[in-house]
């Protein structure tokens, strides 16, 4: 059955890269579509060639602009060069330039990228290119037309019966026949449709780690890695899923239960992590992963008889709403609520807030926190679980940490804790060696 393949901008940062993508694709001929990112970092302090075409797009000087095209020029004909083949781009780039200096549009700018890629991985792999401005359409916010796109891009996938398509853009769907770009790392959301539109079993998502671990390894050592995730635990865990895959990813193909599988293009024989829609495999222990994030506020409301007063949420929420700032979180007392919000959001707007709430119902008080950390600990073996959440705490109490916030979906899928910034890292350990290294 076909598959899709994705890889990512390192997995094409270079000639070298580009010989393994080549081993890879050719090792098993059911991988006949193939969505490339634009050539990403080749090292640590390396730039991605979509920074490189942001900042000569911007250059305000011609000597800067020169000097970045050069780069971005020489990212590319390196490749070509070092892989020996028998092509050039240099027409692409004299159009490219001349587009650039008319200054026809930034996405137009930040595609090409992935455009010049494509063009130059189809000719490497011999097969035929599709160019995504003639079969994704995408709205002015960046999201993906599927009406539009679907007839088009099913009848260009089936004419071509296997193709390299470029991540990262389509067209404009006003008519006005504009590049629009996805937001940032936006290849993964084109390979989702692509694999939507091919009807393919498995859409392949080539990086540069061996999938999801199940904390960050930032905070834990060598954590042990995910074999099977659900698409639902994988939202859950979306704090630390969004820098392996980008999270409108799952959209397209989800109806379509075609599962995604995470694999590292430098060991391809490591397992990598499979997300699925259901599965009757048993995760390994009865936690699938934990991830957080710092940086939330607390606005804690205070009023007798609050439960009383209908419309009471509704007023409150009212006040986020039309200042634009989304909740993450609500938990509720007889007498009190609270709204967790992202720091940075509400700080911007923390006056308008507070006096729109007063305004909106009266509160006897609010008092305001901006130090709070959640932490998701999500798995779906929870269910048939008993003593999870009684675990969870056990594991914080003994490291001495105290809980502000509990918070437990009622599909049982996940525990989110608060816990004060500070915590957040000894917090994970403390969940993880009570979970994991306990039961291993
Ligand atoms: N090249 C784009 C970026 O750097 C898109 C992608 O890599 O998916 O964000």
């Known amino acids: 059955m076909a598959k899709i393949a994705k890889f990512g901008g390192s997995s094409l940062a270079d000639a070298n890269q580009f010989k393994k993508v080549y081993e890879i694709i050719k090792s098993d001929p059911n991988r006949m579509f193939v969505v490339p990112s634009a050539p990403g970092k080749r090292f640590k302090d390396d730039t991605k060639v979509t920074d490189l075409l942001y900042q000569a797009y911007y250059a ?29 781009l240099e027409k692409e780039f004299e159009t490219i330039e001349t587009n650039f200096r008319a ?50 891009l099913t009848q260009a996938l089936k004419d071509c ?50 999938g999801f671990m199940i904390a960050d390894p930032r905070i ?20 630390m899923g969004a820098s392996v895959l980008h999270e409108n990813s799952i959209f397209p193909i989800r109806d379509e239960g075609i599962p995604i599988h995470i694999l590292n293009t430098n060991r391809p024989q490591d397992k990598g992590t499979l997300i699925v829609e259901s599965t009757c495999h048993k995760p390994n222990h009865i936690i699938t992963g934990i991830a957080g994030k710092k940086g939330f506020a607390t606005i804690m409301i205070e009023k007798e008889m609050m439960n009383g007063e209908i419309g009471f949420s509704r007023k409150v929420l009212q006040v986020l709403e ?24 509400f700080l911007e707007k923390e006056q308008d807030i507070l006096a729109g709430i007063h305004r909106a119902v009266h509160p006897d008080s609010i008092e305001l926190d901006s130090n709070l950390a959640l932490i998701a600990v999500v798995g779906r073996g929870m269910k048939d679980g008993r003593g999870t959440a ?24 996940n525990v989110i804790v608060g816990v004060k910034n500070v915590y957040f890292e000894k917090a994970i350990k403390a969940i993880y060696e009570m979970f994991i290294e306990r039961e291993a």
């Open 220 to 239: 834990i050592k060598d954590p042990e890695s995910i074999e099977t995730i659900t698409y639902r635990e994988l939202r859950e865990l979306s704090y």
């Open 161 to 210: 019966g296997y193709a390299v398509i470029p991540g990262f853009y389509g067209t404009l769907n006003d008519g006005s026949k504009q590049i629009k770009t996805f937001s940032r790392g936006g290849s993964d959301v084109t390979g989702s449709i692509v694999a939507k539109n091919a009807h393919v079993s498995l859409y392949e998502n080539w990086t540069d780690v061996s």
């Open 60 to 88: 305000k000087e011609e000597n800067e602009f020169e000097m970045v095209f050069q780069q971005i020029k020489q990212r590319y004909q390196d490749i070509i060069a070092d892989l020996h083949l028998d092509f050039s």
């Open 390 to 413: 009684a675990r969870i705490f056990e594991a914080l109490a003994r490291a001495n940490i105290n809980v502000k916030m509990i918070d437990q979906g009622s599909s049982e899928l």
């Open 322 to 345: 039309e200042n634009q700032v989304s909740l993450e979180h609500m938990p509720s007392g007889i007498d009190t609520m609270t709204l967790i919000v992202h720091t940075d959001d």
């Open 103 to 152: 200054q026809i549009g930034i996405d137009y700018a930040a595609s090409r990228g992935e455009y010049l890629n494509g063009l130059l991985l189809a000719h490497y792999l011999n097969y035929p290119f599709i160019d995504a401005a003639d079969v994704i359409y995408i709205d002015e916010y960046g999201n993906y037309d599927a009406k539009l796109t679907d007839p088009v």
